[in-house]
């Protein structure tokens, strides 16, 4: 923005601590009654009936939880729906004609397409009988490996439909990491494309899923190829390779009953990264899952059916799951879809949108905010982005500067902002302000949503009085939690529930669930969290195991020993910064450093892409040998070191700290 304007902004917003919501935004709210969160604690757990009853089910539950065996909690038991039926056939009626997917492609505007629910529930049905005629039953896991097309959540629903579980590889990352999630899974069916594009260039990816495929360990049956790039492009097909478009020609009209699933069953796996080095395989079911986001989808993000709805994430992760496909489509709104960057072909793209389409809401990255800021508030001015009564963030904590920015020139201090903390784990959002309800303080994700008991606590698991920091925690289930890790209690057990439970207990009151992040209260019980306590680096709203980027760069020949930490940036939030060891007889050199970060890339994916490549004779290590990442990530961002006395080797501290300024 122009100095002026930022120095306006500044001395009138940098006081505030608190935001009301605007009377206008209150009076329309879904949820605006202050004592739902007194009526929710008082009735929990029967309090979740109201996220069920948004939702059509084949046979009612019997129960809301099942807690007799914790933390192997069941939500709705006895209850049977299928989440395709939810998020289509139940809004034909009423909705058939109005738009169910809004997509922008790339590179022009005339790539844009339109799904109405007709439309959308009809290649559902057709691609649902298609993957049926290949042999895709229940529970069979479906991988898909797709940028953000269209094609993919007409997978997903499809999959739903027929009651196989879908897998969804983020299409940015590397043949290996398709090839690690295809095995982990035992997937044998695989949905990918020829490519697509990025800042107007084909890019492409057929090849790479191909190479993925070569890494899988058992025998693949099918493969479906989607067409993006069209005729100018032209990709191998083999024997096992079908054409998405030939599949959903061959079943037109084609109608197939949703497979009507126990809420239990499981919708999806989605693999995230873990401290071990081996992607975690996190389950969701279908009753709790899809009641989650469609109670948080309408209280949190205020949808409603006549909105258009703009999340800007890729469906490659957990908010394009919960927050673009099944959230909003089980409510029966327009959800929009962008296949591009926010600054192609110009840095007002992303105002482009919601202008064209008369957005209601935008829930977006922190780093998208920080990069908007950057360039400077003459691309969003030049748009009228009055459509907008409420903005979102979401996949880090968001600093009161960006909060103020987005505030005043996004949403023209008329828009409230929610600032929400969940993970792939929680499947939906648990602290933020209700919109309708509470006032916004900015850098604070704000209280637990009604029903949601987090708290946080020392390491002894006692509550810190308001203004300390300690360690985030949920002290009962949600219906949207992950049930466990597929094919891996044991591990479910010991990532997420051993630090402040009794594990030898049946009592559930004895199990808390630990999302390793942490976090600050203020007196108001707002939570600000202040980012993670374990061995996960947070790009840019993605979480990065430490471990896996490590083992990618030892991996590369001449590397002896590295360790990874995540630093501050000014966009990205966390940055991956590399501590290389070389074997004797390499050099130290741009090229070695080139070679690292290709191994990353290859190994992971751009997104894993180190920031910075520090080589260095030794390591700090205790005298235990523990490698202390935490000097390393006070190196990285240039922090006081503190006291170095209980290291083995204190000398080479300053060493690094040199290497790191000379870089």
């Known amino acids: 923005m122009p100095e002026n304007e930022d120095v306006e902004l500044e001395a009138r917003l940098e006081d505030r601590e608190r935001f009301e919501p605007p009377e206008s935004f209150v009076s329309q709210a879904n949820v605006s009654d202050p004592s739902v969160y007194e009526r929710f604690e008082e009735d929990w757990p029967e309090c979740w009936e109201e996220a069920a009853a948004l939702l059509d089910w084949d046979e009612s539950y019997d129960e809301v939880l099942d807690d007799s065996n914790p933390p192997f909690y069941e939500w709705f038991t006895g209850g049977e729906?299928?989440?395709?039926?939810?998020?289509?056939d139940r809004h034909l009626d009423e909705r058939g004609d109005e738009a169910a997917i809004e997509w922008v492609g790339e590179p022009t505007d005339e790539e844009n397409r339109t799904y109405t629910y007709e439309e959308l529930h009809r290649e559902v049905n057709e691609f649902a009988a298609a993957l049926r005629e290949m042999g895709v039953g229940e529970g069979d896991v479906v991988t898909m490996y797709m940028p953000m097309v269209p094609e993919l959540p007409v997978a997903m629903l499809a999959c739903a439909r027929i009651g196989a579980p879908h897998s969804v590889v983020f299409a940015g990352f590397s043949a290996d990491a398709l090839a690690?999630?295809?095995?982990?899974a035992d997937s044998e069916f695989l949905v990918t494309c020829d490519g697509y594009y990025r800042r107007g260039d084909p890019l492409e990816h057929k090849a790479k899923a191909d190479e993925g495929l070569a890494g899988v360990e058992h025998e693949v049956s099918d493969v479906v190829v989607v067409d993006r790039l069209g005729d100018d492009y032209d990709h191998p097909m083999g024997e096992s390779h079908r054409a998405y478009d030939d599949l959903v020609d061959a079943h037109e009209g084609a109608e197939v009953e949703p497979v009507s699933r126990d809420a239990e069953d499981m919708l999806?796996?989605?693999y995230t990264s873990g401290t071990t080095g081996e992607p975690k395989g996190v389950k969701h079911t279908t009753g709790g899952y899809l009641a989650w986001t469609a109670w948080t989808s309408r209280s949190v993000l205020d949808i409603k059916p006549e909105d258009t709805y703009f999340c800007s994430a890729d469906i490659g992760w957990i908010t394009g799951h919960s927050y673009i496909v099944y959230g909003p489509l089980s409510l029966g709104t327009t959800t929009m879809m962008y296949e591009g960057t926010p600054d192609y072909p110009e840095k007002d793209r992303l105002w482009d949108i919601v202008e064209s389409y008369e957005a209601d809401q935008l829930y977006t990255a922190p780093t998208a905010i920080r990069a908007f800021m950057k360039w400077g508030s003459q691309y969003p001015d030049e748009h009228d982005l009055s459509s907008l009564r409420l903005l979102g963030t979401v996949g880090e904590p968001i600093n009161p500067k960006a909060w103020k920015w987005y505030y005043k020139h996004i949403g023209d201090e008329s828009c409230p902002i929610i600032d929400t903390w969940w993970q792939t784990e929680t499947g939906g959002m648990m602290v933020t302000t209700l919109p309708g309800v509470k006032d916004m303080k900015p850098g604070s994700a704000g209280p637990p949503l009604p029903g949601v008991d987090a708290q946080v606590v020392n390491g002894q698991g006692e509550e810190?009085?308001?203004?300390?920091?300690?360690?985030?925690?949920?002290?009962?289930?949600?219906?949207g939690m992950l049930r466990t890790l597929y094919q891996n209690d044991e591990r479910y057990i010991e990532e997420y529930w051993a630090e402040y439970s009794d594990t030898q207990s049946d009592d559930p009151d004895d199990w808390v669930y630990f999302p390793e992040d942490g976090a600050k209260i203020d007196e108001d019980g707002y939570i600000t969290v202040l980012g993670r306590v374990d061995d996960v680096i947070n790009?840019?709203?993605h979480r990065?195991?430490?471990m896996e980027i490590e083992s990618a760069i030892v991996g590369?020949?001449?590397?002896a020993e590295a360790a990874v930490v995540g630093g501050d940036h000014e966009v990205k939030g966390e940055a991956v910064y590399a501590y290389v060891i070389t074997e004797d007889g390499y050099d130290e050199t741009d090229e070695m450093r080139e070679r690292i970060v290709a191994g990353?890339?290859?190994?992971?994916?751009p997104i894993a892409r180190p920031e910075q490549v520090v080589f260095t004779p030794e390591l700090p290590k205790t005298r235990s040998g523990k490698i202390m990442r935490r000097l390393l990530e006070d190196i990285a961002n240039g922090e006081d070191l503190g006291n170095t006395s209980t290291l083995r080797n204190p000398e080479v501290v300053s060493d690094i700290e040199a290497k790191v300024g000379d870089d």
């Open 544 to 546: 990065l195991g430490t």
């Open 556 to 559: 590369v020949e001449g590397v």
């Open 81 to 88: 729906l299928n989440a395709s039926a939810n998020c289509l």
């Open 268 to 270: 999806f796996l989605m």
């Open 180 to 184: 690690t999630r295809m095995n982990a």
């Open 464 to 479: 810190v009085a308001p203004g300390e920091a300690g360690y985030l925690t949920v002290q009962k289930p949600w219906p």
């Open 539 to 541: 790009v840019s709203g």
């Open 600 to 605: 990353v890339e290859d190994a992971i994916g």
